[in-house]
């Protein structure tokens, strides 16, 4: 914007029109206002003259761009004169009006010339009348303002449509601005809005999936679809869809093909501002279009937004079943408490910790209105959906019946509730009657000087107050008497529900919303044990309270099928736990042969299970001696248990050896002619060794403090050495047979092992001398018995060949 210098002011001449006066463009009363108060200003000398217009604005108020230009201008000093052509050209509000000529202006510097009202600042005697001129120049625009908003109000009530704005999702036949007709295009977009919403999701949900997929905002669409209208555009993203955007739609029920009119209302003239109508002052005209989403996708969609969970300060949401869990005995809505607001146990959170308890609950004794009725919302939801699903299956299997049920339940509780309510409504009938009577009495009986004055006031205050309680009573009785008759059940629409939620096998949040009206929860029984019962009331939408026909369970089947459970639970929570336990120690097992530390642990493992057993043994021997049967059972036990494991050790050993021979015997053919398969063979020959060595280490060192296992270890190498010799003499004998039958590779093979055998007789012996070489006696000892058995050898077949 260029500015004036402040050595040289300009000379300020502001014209302004309303919208209502003329049309569109700059009009021609506005160029008349610039030619006379150039005339003027030309004919006063004034100099530097610059215009300041507002054509098409109100003088109630001052947010106009022109005068907004001008102010900048003033506050700034640039200007030493303002004139117009009169006081209601400048602006019709009186008080500001006064605050600019009286305060503003004066304060600057700047003279004020208003040329047909003859009022100049710098003749103060002709400005007395001035502040008068600003009051009926309000009036004025008062007046209008109450004139055009009366007009408005009798066109809207005759159902004709004042604004120029159509609902997103209709669009106008040309000529006719009063027709709605549905814009195929965005009406999609408003279906697919309502269906999202049935589905659950929130406006700010809705919104991301609409910018998502790049669907037009109304406005952008209007602009694009009908740019005939000349809507003024002012957005930055075509595609970015608001929650608020969302929500005003799913507010706007025009789209069940109603007109409503008066939406907002303008109480004051001057500022504008508008507020939301009450539904009092909406005018309502039904039918009038055709309707985009029918009533029951409305009804779902405003239900699902009413009950979504709240957004809570704390940035947390409240838990999706609050506003419908009640007390069952005083009727108080049920507090959610979440593990947000538990921070006692850290970041542990229990399941627990998400509940719902009595709103009239106090821990607070004094203030405690009911009891807690604690019930935690997994328990509430998993109730929820086992009724569904218990009454989808019986409904859907007995429609027929369902309906037959519906409808007797319903006659009953409209008979006994229309004979309570009439009954009461007539005893009100006659007492007010009584009353009317009473009230005459008395007035007759004050007029003849019969009764005081004092006891007539206080007697006529009695029965009125009386009266008018009765009157009230009468009147909630005959609207719930109302409200019963229209309340039937609405088995169809709930049969409908039924079939679209037919396979369900989780808890959504469309699903509830759809089905749930209330739930009741009453107090539990069996205290905090695992016999606890806690009775829930779940009523849906449509039928209310319904449970399906179901046989009768005893307290003892309860007991006995809770017991079950909890055996059940017990036994599977010890089995993780074994299986925990073996791994631990497979892992232990496996660390240990490579880490000193890892096999420490678990040789101390081995150690402490060993002082277990043996502990165990003691309580065994201690128990034998007290009761015979019972150690008799538990030996037996044990000695089945110690074969199972013996077995299944064996049985391991032998899948292990199996495998491992099966790998040594490639190994060994390898290095018949491979030098790096022999120096493998001869690598893995020296690691057996080893630990056999150092199992027979662990297995001595045992056998000296465990004289029951010595002696279970010499009867298994007895037998092993048992099995393993009749094993080799049979393989000898079908050998010698195979060989005596001609057999020439049975020959062979029986020849290599009479050479194998002499050999490793040879190196027996070789270390046997060895050893007693040494001097240590026990070699030496072996050696003696060795040569004593040889000679008694000698000696037998000596005789044998003599006889």
Not at 82 to 110: A, C, H, W
Not at 665 to 670: D, G
Request: hydrophobic share 30%; charged share 35%.
């Amino acid at each position: 914007m260029a500015r004036t210098s402040p050595a040289e002011k300009i000379t300020a001449l502001y014209e302004r029109l309303s919208r209502d006066d003329e049309s569109q463009t700059e009009s021609n009363s506005i160029t008349n206002q610039k030619q006379y108060l150039e005339a003027y200003a030309r004919e006063h000398g004034f100099r530097n003259i610059r215009h300041f217009t507002d054509d098409g604005y109100s003088g109630t108020n001052f947010n106009r761009p022109g005068f907004t230009e001008l102010l900048e201008e003033i506050k700034a000093g640039h200007v030493s004169c303002l004139i117009t052509k009169d006081m209601s050209r400048f602006g019709r509000n009186y008080l500001q009006v006064g605050f600019y000529t009286e305060i503003l202006l004066p304060d600057k510097g700047v003279r004020f010339i208003a040329v047909n009202n003859n009022i100049d600042s710098a003749q103060p005697s002709d400005n007395d009348f001035a502040p008068f001129l600003n009051i009926m120049n309000e009036y004025y625009a008062k007046d209008t303002s109450k004139k055009i908003k009366a007009i408005f109000r009798s066109r809207m009530q005759a159902g004709k449509r004042c604004s120029g704005s159509v609902p997103y999702g209709y669009t106008r036949l040309d000529g006719d601005k009063q027709t709605l007709v549905v814009d195929e295009e965005a009406a999609a977009v408003v279906q697919r809005i309502f269906r999202l919403a049935c589905d659950g999701l929130g406006p700010t949900q809705i919104a991301e999936a609409l910018t998502q997929d790049k669907v037009l905002i109304p406005t952008a669409y209007m602009a694009e679809k009908h740019p005939e209208r000349k809507l003024e555009h002012r957005y930055s993203d075509p595609y970015f869809w608001s929650g608020n955007t969302v929500g005003s739609i799913l507010d706007c029920r025009e789209y069940l093909g109603h007109t409503i009119l008066g939406k907002t209302v303008c109480e004051n003239f001057k500022t504008k501002k508008r507020r939301p109508a009450t539904q009092d002052e909406l005018m309502f005209f039904p039918d009038t279009h055709e309707a985009i989403i029918d009533q029951e996708t409305w009804d779902t969609a405003q239900r699902l937004r009413v009950r979504k969970p709240k957004r809570l300060s704390s940035g947390t949401s409240t838990h999706r079943l609050s506003g419908l869990v009640f007390c069952a005995d005083c009727g108080s809505k049920m507090r959610y408490t979440s593990p947000e607001a538990k921070s006692i146990r850290g970041e542990k959170v229990y399941d627990s910790d998400s509940a719902f308890q009595c709103g009239g609950f106090s821990n607070d004794r004094r203030n405690r209105k009911c009891v807690s009725h604690f019930v935690k919302a997994s328990a509430l939801e998993a109730a929820i959906l086992s009724a569904i699903q218990k009454v989808s299956g019986y409904v859907l299997e007995n429609e027929a019946d369902f309906i037959e049920q519906m409808q007797s339940r319903w006659k009953a509780q409209q008979a006994q509730t229309s004979d309570d309510d009439r009954k009461e409504l007539a005893d009100i009938g006659r007492r007010i009657d009584e009353l009317d009577i009473l009230i005459k009495g008395l007035y007759e009986s004050n007029m003849l000087g019969k009764l005081p004055d004092r006891q007539y006031k206080r007697l006529m205050n009695q029965y009125d107050s009386e009266q008018a309680a009765l009157e009230q009573r009468r009147t909630e009785l005959e609207s719930a008497v109302a409200a019963n008759e229209q309340k039937k059940p609405d088995t169809s629409r709930f049969i409908g529900l039924l079939n679209k939620y037919r396979e369900c096998s989780e808890l959504t949040d469309a699903m509830l919303y759809a089905f749930i009206e209330k739930i009741e929860v009453h107090a539990p029984t069996g205290g905090r044990t695992v016999y606890r019962q806690q009775r829930i009331d779940i009523y849906f939408n449509f039928i209310g309270n319904y449970a399906p026909p179901v046989a009768e369970v005893s307290e003892e089947e309860r007991i006995a099928a809770i017991e079950a459970r909890q055996k059940e639970k017990a036994e599977a929570k010890k089995r993780r736990y074994e299986q925990r336990r073996r791994e631990r120690l497979e892992a232990l097992r496996e660390a240990a042969q490579t880490d000193p530390e890892a096999a420490a642990q678990y040789e101390e493992h081995l150690r402490k299970k060993r002082e277990a057993g043996q502990r165990q043994r003691a309580k065994l021997k201690a128990l034998r001696e007290a009761d015979p049967e019972y150690i008799r059972q538990m030996e037996e036990k044990e000695r089945i248990e110690a074969e199972k494991r013996l077995e299944k050790e064996r049985k391991r050993q032998e899948r292990a050896s199996r495998k491992q021979k099966e790998t040594r015997s490639e190994l060994v053919a390898r290095a018949k002619t491979d030098p790096e398969a022999a120096e493998q063979l001869a690598v893995l020959r020296a690691k057996e060794a080893e630990r056999r060595a150092q199992r027979k280490v662990a297995q001595e060192r045992r056998m000296a403090t465990d004289p029951e296992y010595a002696e279970q270890i010499r009867q298994r190498n007895l037998e092993y050495s048992r099995k393993h010799t009749a094993r080799r003499k049979a393989q000898r004998l079908e050998l010698e047979a195979r060989a005596e039958a001609g057999d020439a590779e049975a020959a062979a093979q029986l020849e290599a092992q009479h050479a194998y055998m002499c050999e490793a007789q040879k190196r027996s012996r070789q270390r046997m001398y060895d050893e007693a070489a040494t001097g240590d006696p026990e070699a030496v000892a072996r050696y003696e018995h060795y040569l004593q058995m040889r000679r008694e050898s000698y000696q037998k077949k000596k005789e044998e060949v003599s006889a």
